[in-house]
């Protein structure tokens, strides 16, 4: 059993009575979720000196891309539960939270249809060479239409590697624009998976990269850490495209630069990198293969997709909230 946290740290009180729950909010959200935390929540926010002190006082505690470590868990003797704006948790120790009983809300499913969307658009960028040819002209060169070549998409497969919420809405929307015949790999859901939507059910890595796209949904672990390498990228078409928006660390990325220069396959849409924000001195070479599109991990980098999920923390945080306090 986890032990259980220690509960005398203050609450804001009001003529002696408990106030809001408050909360620690160590990053920048965003504006209209931050409004909308403090209809709900006493919030201390990144501006406020008093954050600093989250470690020492925090019952609650909202965070988007910080750090928060073991040594941070073995301070926060008050901490009951970590709200996170985004799906991934890798940069909070789950281990310590879960041995000292602290609850981890994320928001995963809310960012699918903003990061789907950025699939497509990093596959219809690299399949029409939309870098190469704006690289020409912003060099001053005439580019006439007869120099450029590009594929066509309709009818083409889609593998997908994970099969998750995001995975699931590039499966809809690339059935739905391109009418494309779906393959999907992810060895942890049951057979019966997206029965509702018409797919071949892969029971090898290997089986989806004979697909025309493959796309990359699954998060980094030792498991996944290199999934794609040179062996992998041997067996894939010349004219397959290669999107990863997932995590940085799943495509080796030297093997990737090393099979474009070779022609292996046609060229790869990355929106994760193992350097973030990835640089011209890191990426130089991978960069120097025109047919690949590099964007800094932009994926739920919309207004509309950064209030929701903001928004979706700090609500789930509070259900909890309310039923402790």
């Known amino acids: 059993m986890a032990p259980s946290r220690i509960d005398s740290s203050p609450e804001p009180q009001l003529n002696g009575q408990p106030t809001r729950p408050t909360v620690y909010l160590i990053d920048e959200y965003h504006p209209g979720a931050v409004k909308h935390c403090e209809t709900l929540f006493n919030v201390i926010g990144p501006q406020d000196p ?37 799906v991934g948790i890798e ?34 960028s690299v399949a029409r060479e939309i870098r190469p040819i704006t690289l020409r002209q912003g060099a001053g060169e005439p580019v006439p239409k007869a120099t450029c070549s590009g594929l066509v998409l309709t009818g083409k497969s889609i593998g997908l590697i994970g099969m998750g919420n995001i995975s699931r809405r590039v499966a809809e929307i690339f059935r739905g624009a391109f009418g494309s ?20 059910r892969a029971t090898t890595v290997e089986q989806v990269l004979t697909a025309d796209v493959v796309s990359i949904h699954v998060p980094l672990v030792k498991d996944t850490t290199n999934l794609i390498s040179y ?41 994760c990198h ?52």
């Open 231 to 271: 062996a992998q990228l041997q067996r894939m078409k010349s004219t397959s495209i290669l999107i990863n928006a997932a995590r940085g660390g799943i495509v080796n990325e030297a093997d990737l630069a090393r099979a474009l220069h070779e022609g292996l396959i046609w060229g790869a849409g990355l929106d």
């Open 181 to 200: 015949q779906i393959i999907a790999y992810d060895p942890f859901l049951p057979e019966d998976a997206w029965s509702d939507l018409p797919h071949q």
């Open 91 to 124: 940069k909070i120790d789950a281990a310590a939270c879960k041995a000292a009983g602290i609850k981890i809300f994320n928001t995963p499913g809310i960012n699918a249809t903003a990061v789907a969307e950025l699939v497509l658009a990093l596959t219809m």
């Open 50 to 86: 008093e954050v600093k002190n989250w470690r020492q006082h925090a019952r609650y505690l909202l965070v988007k891309g910080s750090h928060v470590t073991a040594d941070d868990i073995a301070q926060a003797k008050h901490l009951r539960a970590i709200g996170k704006q985004g």
């Open 274 to 325: 193992v350097q973030e924000p990835p640089t011209k001195e890191m990426y130089a070479k991978l960069w120097s293969s025109p047919r690949v599109v590099s964007t800094p991990h932009i994926g739920a980098a919309t207004d509309q997709t950064q209030m929701e999920t903001a928004s979706a923390a700090v609500d789930y945080l509070f259900e909890f909230a309310k039923e402790q306090e």
